[in-house]
């Protein structure tokens, strides 16, 4: 029991400071907008949701090694990433270019 009451606790404090971000810093939802900040370097941090297909992933990964960024896995669905984004449609990945009053860069989980 303990074990998932941890997940459920990391998971609650990974959409507190996604929220933060969202009202206090720069951040860009999409698989195209977070290719664009890969390319150019502008993204410090990508989360990508639980069920964003394999080969997408893998191509965001791959981007964001050579970028030098860090991916942060969702453990929650597209739909759930959404919402804790305070959006009311399903977001398969965000790329967080300023951090604002949050400290999720220093802390993903």
């Known amino acids: 029991m303990a074990p998932a009451k941890k997940s459920k606790k990391s998971v609650e404090s990974i959409n507190s ?3 933060l971000v ?3 810093g720069k951040s860009a939802l999409g698989y195209k907008t977070t290719i664009k900040a890969l390319r150019n370097t502008k993204a410090k941090l990508v989360i990508i949701s639980s069920n964003c297909p394999p080969l997408r992933k893998s191509e965001i990964e791959y981007y ?3 970028a030098k960024c860090t991916v942060h896995h ?3 669905t ?3 990433l959404g919402t804790a984004c305070g959006k009311f449609f399903r977001v398969s990945m965000i790329s967080v270019t300023d951090q604002g009053d ?3 860069l220093s802390n993903p989980q």
């Open 17 to 19: 400071k996604l929220q």
């Open 22 to 24: 969202m009202r206090s």
């Open 64 to 66: 964001a090694m050579l």
């Open 74 to 76: 969702y453990a929650g």
């Open 78 to 80: 597209n739909s759930d």
């Open 102 to 104: 949050s400290d999720i």
